[in-house]
């Protein structure tokens, strides 16, 4: 496996009260953004500090694993919260994961949730995913079944999260009435339809 290959996904796993997990993984892949992804450690922090998300989401990748440089998290946290200020969606999901598990960055589930929700409201059904398994780990069923059901029908949709997905639903739903999911997805068109 190449060191910087894009299409390899970063897969963060760690174990939850609920047996879920919060996963991370890299933007899709374009020309563009595979020059980042094997560009020279030097060159690509002049990017990354010239404000070119792509650049800032790579380079926080390497701190993140410990790629070319000394792993660090803090450092990984600082570009990966540049590039989500500026409307990547995987760097958002990277910074919702590392709020959460207090990674590089004092642990904040409300700020993890925000973040989480900015990529989910572009569609990426991972930080829906992510939304759920928070939800799920709070004891809140209703509202993880609702995060689970709006990760299955995403815009980018990665279909290994989809599919895990629909097997936690059923599992959810084996202890939810039918008003309570009901109530769920009812609240995740709700969300889908809203500018927030």
Same mark, same amino acid.
Request: net charge positive.
């Given at each position: 496996?190449?060191?910087? @290959?894009?299409? %390899?996904?970063?897969? %963060?796993?760690?174990?939850?009260?609920?047996?879920?997990?919060?996963?991370?993984? !890299?933007?899709? +892949?374009?020309? %563009?953004? @595979? !020059?980042?992804?094997?560009?020279?450690?030097?060159?690509? %922090?002049?990017?990354?500090? @010239?404000?070119?998300?792509?650049?800032?989401?790579?380079?926080?990748?390497?701190? /993140? /694993?410990?790629?070319?440089?000394?792993?660090?998290?803090? !450092?990984?946290?600082?570009?990966? =919260? =540049?590039?989500?200020?500026?409307?990547?969606?995987?760097? !958002?999901?990277?910074?919702?994961?590392?709020?959460?598990?207090?990674?590089?960055?004092? +642990?904040?589930?409300?700020?993890?949730?925000?973040?989480?929700?900015? @990529?989910?409201?572009?569609?990426?059904?991972?930080?829906?995913?992510?939304?759920?398994?928070?939800?799920?780990?709070?004891?809140?069923?209703?509202?993880?079944?609702?995060?689970?059901?709006?990760?299955?029908?995403?815009?980018?949709?990665?279909?290994?999260?989809?599919?895990?997905?629909?097997?936690?639903?059923?599992?959810?739903?084996?202890?939810?009435?039918?008003?309570?999911?009901?109530?769920?997805?009812?609240?995740?068109?709700?969300?889908?339809?809203?500018?927030?």
């Amino acid at each position: 496996m190449k060191k910087f @290959a894009i299409t %390899t996904a970063l897969m %963060t796993i760690f174990a939850a009260s609920a047996h879920a997990e919060l996963i991370t993984q !890299q933007p899709s +892949s374009s020309t %563009t953004v @595979a !020059q980042y992804a094997s560009m020279p450690l030097e060159q690509l %922090t002049r990017a990354a500090q @010239a404000g070119q998300a792509p650049a800032q989401f790579y380079l926080a990748s390497r701190y /993140k /694993k410990g790629i070319g440089v000394k792993q660090d998290q803090s !450092q990984a946290f600082q570009w990966f =919260k =540049k590039a989500a200020d500026q409307g990547i969606p995987s760097a !958002q999901l990277n910074v919702g994961e590392m709020y959460a598990n207090g990674l590089g960055v004092k +642990s904040n589930l409300q700020q993890a949730k925000a973040y989480l929700m900015k @990529a989910a409201k572009l569609g990426d059904n991972r930080a829906s995913y992510n939304l759920a398994v928070l939800e799920e780990r709070a004891k809140n069923y209703v509202g993880a079944y609702q995060w689970y059901e709006l990760s299955t029908r995403d815009g980018m949709l990665d279909f290994k999260v989809k599919d895990m997905s629909e097997k936690k639903i059923v599992q959810l739903a084996a202890n939810l009435s039918q008003n309570d999911m009901r109530m769920a997805r009812e609240r995740a068109d709700r969300w889908i339809q809203s500018d927030e």
